[in-house]
C-alpha cells in the first residue's frame, strides 16, 4: 500500500495563485513567481513549519506550462528511510521482501509535471546521491533495476531547516545544496507579517463557515488587534486551526478579547512575542543575536516608561482614593521602602482596577498603557 506522503494538489485559480496577502512581504514572493514560474528552474522554498511553503509550490505549477500534468507533493520526512527510494524512483518485482509487484515511484509519477519535495532536509545521505543524479539529467533507477530511466519533472523542494548549517554538520551534501538553490523563495513566519492577519482570518472563516454550515458572529476590532500582536509559532497552520475552533466553540457569538485566551493555547497577548524579521540572506546565528538586541531594548524601554508612569500616576491615584487614605498611604509608603519594579507595577494595576471596578478600558487609560498590554499584565499577574 502506497504511504501517505504523497497527494495529488489541485491548481488554484486565483489571479494570484491563491497566495493570501497584503505584505510587501508576500507581494514580493508573487512577484518571484510571476517570474520563475514559466520556467524549469529548481526552486528551493525555505521558511518555519506551517508558513505556506505548499502553497508557493502550488503557485508555482500553477503559473508553469507543465499545469496540466500532475503536481505530485512529497513528504520525504513522512517516508521511512528504508523505503524511501522505492518510493522516489519504484522498484521491480522481487527486489526486496514484499515487492510482489512492479511499481512507479513519485518521480515517474509526476513525468512531464512537477514534483515537490517537501523536508528535503530529512532525506538520507544515501538518497542524496541519486537524487542529485536526477535532479542533472532527469536519469534514475528503480530499485532492483540495472536500467537507467529518464523522467521529464520539474523538482521544487522545501524545508524549514537551515541547511547550510546541515552542510556544515555534514549531514547534507553541498553540492546538492547549492543545486538545488538555484531560486531560493523565503517564505516569513506569520508574526513578521501581521497585516496578512485579517485577510486570512475572513478567508479562513468563510472556507469553514461555508463548509460545515457554521453561523459567524464576528469579531470585535480589539480582539483581531490581539490576534496581530500575537506571536503564532504554528504560523498559518495554527491560525487556521484557532478559526476552526472559533467558529465551532462560540456558536455564533460576537469574539471579543476576553474570548481569545481559551484559542490562544495559554500563550501570552502581546506584542513581545513578534520576532524581529529576518530579512534574506542572514544566518540563524546573526538573526538570533538582533532578537536578544531587540529584546533588550524593548526591556530598558519598558523600564522607562513604567518609571514615568510610576511617577506620573501615583498623585492621581492617591487623589482619586482621598475616601480610602490610609489604604493609600500604606501602599505609597510601601514605594518608598523599596519594593521591586514588578511589585510596584502590579500594585498600580490593582489601584486602576479596584479604583474603576474593574473597567479595564478606563483603567489602561488612567495608567497610560494600552489595552493589550493591560490584558497581558492581568493574566501574567494573575489579576484576571
Known amino acids: 500500500m502506497r504511504t501517505s506522503a504523497a497527494k495529488a494538489i489541485p491548481a488554484p485559480h486565483t489571479p494570484e495563485y491563491g497566495i493570501i496577502g497584503n505584505s510587501v512581504a508576500m507581494k514580493e514572493i508573487v512577484e518571484v513567481i510571476r517570474q520563475v514560474a514559466p520556467t524549469d528552474i529548481t526552486v528551493l522554498i525555505t521558511g518555519e513549519s506551517g508558513t505556506g511553503k505548499e502553497v508557493v509550490a502550488r503557485a508555482l505549477h500553477a503559473g508553469s506550462e507543465r499545469r496540466k500534468h500532475p503536481l505530485v507533493a512529497v513528504n520525504a520526512g513522512a517516508i521511512p528511510e528504508g523505503i524511501l527510494e522505492s518510493e522516489l524512483f519504484g522498484h521491480e518485482r522481487g527486489s526486496f521482501t514484499g515487492a510482489s509487484e512492479q511499481r512507479k515511484g513519485y518521480f515517474e509519477m509526476a513525468d512531464g509535471g512537477t514534483i515537490f519535495l517537501d523536508e528535503i532536509g530529512e532525506l538520507p545521505l544515501s538518497a542524496q546521491v541519486k537524487f542529485l543524479r536526477i535532479l542533472e539529467n532527469g536519469e534514475y533507477q528503480r530499485v532492483g533495476s540495472a536500467t537507467t530511466r529518464k523522467v521529464d519533472v520539474r523538482v521544487i523542494a522545501a524545508t524549514n531547516k537551515d541547511l547550510e548549517h546541515e552542510v556544515r554538520q555534514k549531514h547534507f551534501r553541498p553540492d546538492l545544496f547549492y ?57 498559518v497552520r495554527e491560525l487556521r486551526n484557532v478559526v476552526e475552533s472559533m467558529l465551532v466553540l462560540t456558536k455564533g457569538a460576537r469574539i471579543d478579547v476576553g474570548d481569545l485566551e481559551k484559542f490562544l493555547r495559554g500563550h501570552s497577548i502581546g506584542r513581545e512575542e513578534r520576532a524581529l524579521p529576518v530579512p534574506l540572506g542572514k544566518s540563524v546565528e546573526q538573526a538570533e543575536r538582533e532578537l536578544i538586541l531587540r529584546a533588550l531594548l524593548d526591556i530598558k524601554g519598558n523600564i522607562l516608561d513604567l518609571r514615568n508612569m510610576l511617577s506620573d500616576r501615583l498623585q492621581d491615584l492617591e487623589s482619586s482614593r482621598a475616601a480610602s487614605p490610609v489604604s493609600v498611604s500604606a501602599r505609597t509608603a510601601s514605594l518608598e521602602n523599596g519594593l521591586s519594579l514588578q511589585a510596584m507595577e502590579r500594585m498600580m494595576i490593582e489601584e486602576a482596577l479596584e479604583r474603576y471596578k474593574g473597567n479595564r478600558r478606563i483603567a489602561a487609560r488612567v495608567l497610560n498603557i494600552s489595552e493589550r498590554t493591560l490584558y497581558r499584565k492581568i493574566k501574567e499577574y494573575g489579576l484576571g
Open 179 to 235: 543545486r538545488l538553490r538555484s531560486v531560493n523563495i523565503f517564505v516569513p513566519p506569520l508574526r513578521q507579517r501581521p497585516e496578512d492577519i485579517p485577510l486570512l482570518f475572513t478567508h479562513f472563516v468563510d472556507e469553514i463557515s461555508k463548509r460545515d454550515n457554521i453561523k459567524f458572529g464576528g469579531i470585535t476590532p480589539d480582539a483581531m488587534e490581539v490576534l496581530k500582536d500575537y506571536g503564532w509559532p504554528g504560523n
